[in-house]
């Protein structure tokens, strides 16, 4: 077994501190990498206090991770030792079933294997995430990191860069396409970035003004605060897309009405309790709900590469390991631009 230092929660109502636990010996089709980078996603804390299921405990958090290779097994061909590799919200999958089988492992019909708070393919052995200095993970499910991008600013990619990719790239928005980013947190700034490299005319939607300077420095075309009638009833009607990054509730009427005919809203955050969606907003317009989970590896992998290609990483502010309290304290109130990276030299 490999010895392994990180930071867990030991039950849903403690806090995270210093935890040593065994990864598994590095088998014929596995990677390990010692973990450089984790990024900090708001799902981390929304496992560890048991918001959205009952957690598995101790939970070591943690899924946009980057490091380098220092072990591979006999089989692997991908990857060799020094090389640079990410590891997303997936570990693992049934590789066999209809989805699988089309690279859509996050939709695997057997479930699949998440980076931490999840069992291994043997239902019995927890999974444990990057808030740690090393990780073991079959070969499949490692991704190629560019040299040529700031490491750190890379980490974020893996969870909220491929978030937002992915349904932009699924429903096609680019060149002649207004797209809404609603909500300007970090999933909703590589929105931003995304639909401005894709082609779409981009609008940030925020109930805050003061966001409006940094939506624009991001490439944002336009901005509309929600809060102010006037803005709202002048953007009514005029977008193909909404990209939904709110975690928080809010009035799904309201911003069906921004769409304009045959449009969708997209939702990719996840609000605790259930929205409320008035037929009359569908069907006056044959507008359409839709939702999408993280990305498929390959996928991911074009996401990697088409950040490398276009020189795209995330915005971040970096923290040293004991400071994840207060980083969680100021993400919960919205006080971050736009993802915490923990430096794991610090662990
Ligand atoms: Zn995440
Ligand atoms: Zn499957």
Redesign the pocket.
Known sequence: MIETKGYAAQSADTDLAPWAFERREVGPHDVQFDILFCGV?H?DLHQIKNDWFPGIFPMVPG??IVGRVVKVGDHVKKFKVGDLAGTG?LVDSCQVCENCKKDLEQYCLEGSTGTYNSLERDGKTPTYGGYSNTIVVREEFVLHVSDKLNLAAVAPLL??GITTYSPLRHWKVGKGHKLAVLGLGGLGHMAVKFGVAFGAEVTVLSTSPKKEEDARKLGAHNFVVTTDEAQVKAAMGTFDFILDTVSAEHDFKMYLSLLRTDGTMICVGVPSKPAEIPAFSLLGGRKSVAGSGIGGIAETQEMLDFCAAHNIVSEIEMIDMKDIHTAYERMEKGDVRYRFVIDMATL
Do not use: D, G, L, Y
Request: hydrophobic share 15%.
């Open positions: 996603c799902s899924h946009e919200c969870c909220a």
